[in-house]
């Protein structure tokens, strides 16, 4: 009976061959992790190159459609006029500080508005904010985002600010033009709480109604019935001089055409209080201040000046 013995192969054909399956092997998983990267890198360039710059899409509609149809009106620079600076500068006015008081200072028009000027009010408030004196459509769309995003919870500080910087210089103007962005009681309690242990014209002050009638204006009656009329309009009460947050809407004798804007339909002649004529005449649609009174055809104006002016009112348009 023969033995069956087992054949094997010499050592060294079976290490050849084992080197060979190790090799083919490594080269299957280098492709697959070749092409695993290759298609990783691939879907990651596509997805990048496809996001591209979406800050403007965030922007309130009309912006968006402002920024795409006035690209090239970029860069905004000094001398530049127009709806997108004064997107611009309705942007800086959101962000508060310093930034909103060099446009409130310099460029707002007397409806409170801004006036779209480029002018060196808007550089100060651009480097105040941080920003390039020359504004590119990226810091623009990037400043209108925030101004948007932010503008609820920053406008009660803003509006704060803008008062009193008003109440500092005394300016009747300003401060009516933040105080009618207030709506009511609410909005009033929100400014208000930006004002208590502050200091007016170097007075500790613990309200909004305390920092503007028992200080900035106490010596001034024609801006304190200005005044006192805008918080009543915000449902404040007045008890016998302590105004009360209880209660809503306006007093019944409120006279709607008063603190309105008269703007000259055609040249006018000003008089004084005791009957002088002021000299030169005023052109024809130009603003000369609030209303604040009118008799027998004469109108009452309280000035930008702080003055008391009477023009006839049939020369006048009010707004």
Known sequence: MKRTQNKQLPTKQMDKKKRQRLIVYGLGAGALLGGGYLAYTMIKNKAASGRGDVIINHLPQAVQQAVTQNKSSFPLTTG??????????????????????????????????????????????????????????????????????????????????????????????????????????????????????????????????????????????????????????????????VWSLSGFGMASDYNRELFKLAVTRKPTLLKEGDGRFLPPVVKQKKVLGYVTGGKAGIIQIYTPQQKIVYAPEKNLTLI
């Open 80 to 241: 530049a006029k127009g709806s997108m600076v004064k997107m611009l500068q309705s942007a800086l006015l959101s962000l508060g500080g310093k930034a909103a008081e060099a446009i409130r200072s310099t460029s707002i028009k007397p409806d409170g508005t801004p006036d779209g000027v480029f002018g060196a009010g808007t550089v100060r408030a651009l480097l105040a904010a941080g920003l390039p004196a020359m504004v590119s459509e990226a810091t623009f769309t990037k400043l209108i985002a925030k101004g948007t995003s932010s503008k609820s919870s920053t406008d009660s500080q803003a509006i704060a600010d803008g008062i009193k910087a008003g109440a500092e210089k005394q300016n009747i103007f300003t401060v009516l033009n933040e105080l009618a962005k207030i709506k009511d009681v609410a909005g009033y309690q929100a400014v208000s709480s930006h004002f208590k242990g502050a200091r007016v014209r170097g007075t500790r002050i613990t309200s909004l109604v305390n920092a503007l009638l028992s200080v900035a204006f106490a010596a001034n009656e024609p801006s304190k019935v200005k005044i006192r009329t805008e918080f009543e309009r915000m449902g404040l009460i007045n008890r016998n001089g």
